[in-house]
């Protein structure tokens, strides 16, 4: 196999370095804004345990445990099929100086099968196309793997890997919100959804969704995020988007 060309990357202002491939799927700004949508961890006895499927090269992962890097007892874990991007994972981990909290299982995430325990908090970043929808990513490991599974099944084989009041966070395109609630249906509740807009007067064009298990309270929509002031280029953004971008400040639901 030929050797995988990568680059390396500066995130969160330089407080998280990520080697990714240079090509097929990378890190943007959903990884981090997903970082920064989990809810607060609540001090417990026992160990947190947090899960991201599907981590790629634990960029979120990664993103997450370094924003929580002042709350003890929490445990992180990528699990990642491909294992070019499994062992990126792990060398990220290993360098951003955090293999004392957060580990690389490579597996097949969506496997209902596969043992890995139950979790306090699950979050990931699910493909956004399936089979014929979309233009499919260069990396063909990535896009074989991607396409393979709705939103629908994720939802489904995490939400039974999830500890009593445990929370799911995803982030998605807005036009699937209607099927990411279906799947939450019966599965968990409290739902809470917060849009993100590229500007104050665009459509939002992505949601990220956030879910809890055992919770009977009703659907919440929050205001959102506008990424860009109006009328500005893609690489300007609004204070809020730029302190979270940057880890210095979390996403808000309330």
């Not at 036009?175 to 509740?189: F, K, N, Q, T």
Request: aromatic share 8%; net charge neutral; glycine share 8%.
């Amino acid at each position: 196999m030929a050797e995988t060309e990568t680059t390396d990357d500066a995130l969160l202002g330089g407080r998280l370095r990520i080697r990714q491939p240079a090509r097929g799927y990378r890190v943007n700004v959903d990884t981090l804004l997903l970082a920064a949508s989990l809810p607060p961890f609540r001090a417990r006895r026992d160990r947190t345990r947090v899960a991201e499927p599907c981590c790629g090269v634990a960029a979120a992962l990664l993103a997450a445990a370094i924003s929580y890097d002042r709350v003890g007892e929490v445990e992180f874990v990528g699990i990642e099929r491909e294992p070019v991007y499994a062992a990126l994972a792990r060398e990220n981990v290993q360098r951003n100086g955090q293999a004392h909290r957060a580990c690389i299982i490579e597996a097949d995430a969506l496997d209902p099968q596969a043992d890995f325990g139950v979790f306090d908090c699950v979050f990931f970043n699910p493909p956004y196309d399936t089979v014929g929808e979309g233009r499919p990513p260069r990396d063909d490991r990535r896009a074989a793997y991607v396409s393979e599974q709705p939103v629908a099944e994720w939802i489904k084989v995490w939400s039974n890997r999830m500890t009593a009041r445990a929370s799911m966070t995803l982030i998605h395109r807005a036009h699937r919100l209607s099927e990411i609630l279906a799947a939450l249906d019966g599965r968990l509740g409290g739902v809470e959804v917060f849009p993100i807009r590229p500007a104050a007067t665009a459509k939002a064009h992505r949601v990220i969704v956030r879910a809890w298990k055992g919770s009977r309270a009703p659907l919440t929509l929050f205001a959102g995020l506008d990424l860009h002031p109006d009328g500005a280029s893609g690489d300007k953004y609004t204070p809020q988007a730029d302190a979270i971008l940057r880890g210095e400040a979390r996403i808000q639901f309330g």
